[in-house]
């Protein structure tokens, strides 16, 4: 995991206990979440590079985490089904902002 699921609990206001039913919906967000952001740096070299180094919490960088907390946000929020939704890339299904706070670890893409 990248983000301590304490601290991505905290970050939805989420107060059930462990065991509670909700948590499985919560865990898989969360898997998602951390799933769209992997998959976003590791597009190219210097992003799957720096990707293979995030294997936990303590070695995964503050915006990458804030990237999934981002995502985990929007996911938890907006299911799927609503048109009210922010706008998402369509490449990648993730928050701008997410995207934003993974340019660094992306090669930028010249048309």
């Not at 976003?40 to 999934?68: F, I």
């Not at 089904?81 to 995207?99: E, G, H, I, N, Q």
């Amino acid at each position: 995991m990248l983000v301590d699921r304490a601290v991505a609990k905290a970050h939805l206001g989420l107060t059930v206990p462990d065991g509670h039913p909700m948590e499985r919906a919560f865990d898989q967000y969360l898997a998602a979440a951390e799933d769209h952001v992997l998959d976003y740096v590791s597009r190219n070299e210097p992003g799957k590079t720096a990707a293979l180094t995030w294997t936990d919490p303590a070695s995964t960088p503050a915006r990458a985490q804030q990237a999934v907390l981002v995502a985990l946000a929007e996911f938890w929020r907006f299911h799927g089904d609503d048109p009210d939704a922010p706008a998402r890339d369509d490449a990648t299904d993730l928050p701008r902002v997410a995207m934003g706070l993974l340019r660094r670890f992306t090669d930028p893409v010249l048309a």
